[in-house]
């Protein structure tokens, strides 16, 4: 349990004064000792249930940060999860092996380069999101909270995919590992269920609907493991969104350019009508943030405006930004087929004039047989 979240339940207790109960006690008083305790210990327990069911302040929220957000302290305002940094680390130092491993295998064939830089920008973006100063704030401000989801599913995500890891890995594994384990499993029936365009795309969008309106959100704001949960969530339904659309890994399902231009260009505007939802919302959404008590920075209503405002943008462009890469993309790939196509006219036209060449050589040395 990371440390910067460290959720502490407080309920307020009226001071109970100390009664002398000696000797000198009444017959009456003594019989009304036990009504006097089972009073008390109904008060109390209608006091745990009022704080646990109401969403007020008595509620744990953890601690909150003393100083307001800046630059400073959301770039060099950095912990050390374990859970977190070191399966990062294994991923990075992994994925190093088995690139300088193919690249040994198949000098003529190296991994691109531009595919490192890809997967460790990703892990990089994960721990900017899970690690920096941005954890220190998300259940602090929602504005925060948006930022570090917008990290995990339009930052880490794609580029994670535009990596092709499953690709790496399959040119690294043995003949004997990738026919018995790793084809089967690409090519099993619940890979090829969700990694359906369709089903990856409602996944992806009922899991943004589903948590931000839902209970799910505010428990997750309260219990650190549920918010781990909801990043391991987002992160897993992005990559899927994200696996037919950059197509860079083998994939049961494959579409064409400008099928996936418009898988990408779809998701454009459920995720501009959420972020509309919660800028337009006219009271704050979750109890959390609605009664955290935060000596600095905006209301809740108007952090939850910023909120919806960072959803918004940094969603439209990073979507448009995807989109053109997929166009882009695909006119490489027209240039490509219209070069290759070009290639095979051109030979097909040379092997032509070859044997024309040679018909016109056999007709000559008939003609001076004659």
Request: glycine content about 6%; some cysteine; proline content about 8%.
């Amino acid at each position: 349990m990371r440390s910067g979240r460290t959720h502490r339940g407080a309920l307020a207790a009226e001071p109970i004064e100390a009664c002398d109960d000696g000797p000198m006690r009444s017959p009456q008083a003594r019989r009304r000792r036990p009504l006097v305790v089972a009073a008390a210990a109904i008060g109390v327990a209608g006091s745990l249930g009022a704080a646990i069911s109401a969403p007020s302040a008595v509620l744990a929220h953890g601690p909150v940060p003393a100083e307001p957000p800046s630059a400073a302290n959301l770039l060099l305002g950095w912990s050390f999860e374990p859970l977190i940094v070191l399966p990062l680390v294994a991923a990075a130092v992994g994925w190093v092996a088995a690139t300088r491993r193919v690249n040994a295998a198949h000098p003529a064939n190296p991994v691109p380069r531009i595919r490192t830089v890809a997967f460790l920008g990703g892990l990089v973006a994960i721990a900017f999101a899970l690690q920096s100063g941005i954890e220190r704030y998300d259940t602090a401000l929602f504005s925060i909270h948006m930022v570090q989801h917008v990290l995990l599913i339009l930052v880490a995500a794609p580029l994670i995919a535009l990596a092709a890891p499953i690709t790496l890995l399959l040119r690294v594994s043995r003949p004997e590992t990738r026919r018995r384990r790793i084809l089967p499993v690409l090519h099993s029936r619940a890979v090829r269920a969700v990694s359906h365009p369709v089903v990856a795309w409602v996944l992806f969008v009922a899991v943004m609907w589903g948590t931000h309106f839902s209970p799910f959100f505010d428990v997750a704001l309260e219990n650190p493991w549920v918010h781990d949960l909801e990043h391991v969530m987002y992160l897993g339904v992005a990559l899927l969104f994200w696996w037919p659309a950059v197509a860079l890994d083998p994939s049961p399902w494959r579409m064409p350019h400008p099928v996936r231009g418009l898988y990408v260009f779809l998701q454009m505007p459920q995720n501009t009508f959420l972020a509309v939802v919660i800028l337009y919302a006219a009271a704050p959404l979750y109890p959390h943030y609605a009664t955290l008590n935060r000596p600095w920075g905006p209301s809740a209503l108007v952090d939850q405006q910023v909120a919806g405002g960072v959803m918004w943008l940094a969603g439209d462009l990073l979507f448009i930004a995807a989109i053109g890469a997929i166009v882009y993309g695909w006119m490489r790939f027209e240039e490509k087929r219209t070069a290759r196509v070009d290639r095979q006219s051109a030979a097909e036209l040379a092997g032509i004039r070859t044997r024309e060449a040679r018909l016109a050589e056999r007709l000559a040395e008939q003609q001076e047989r004659r």
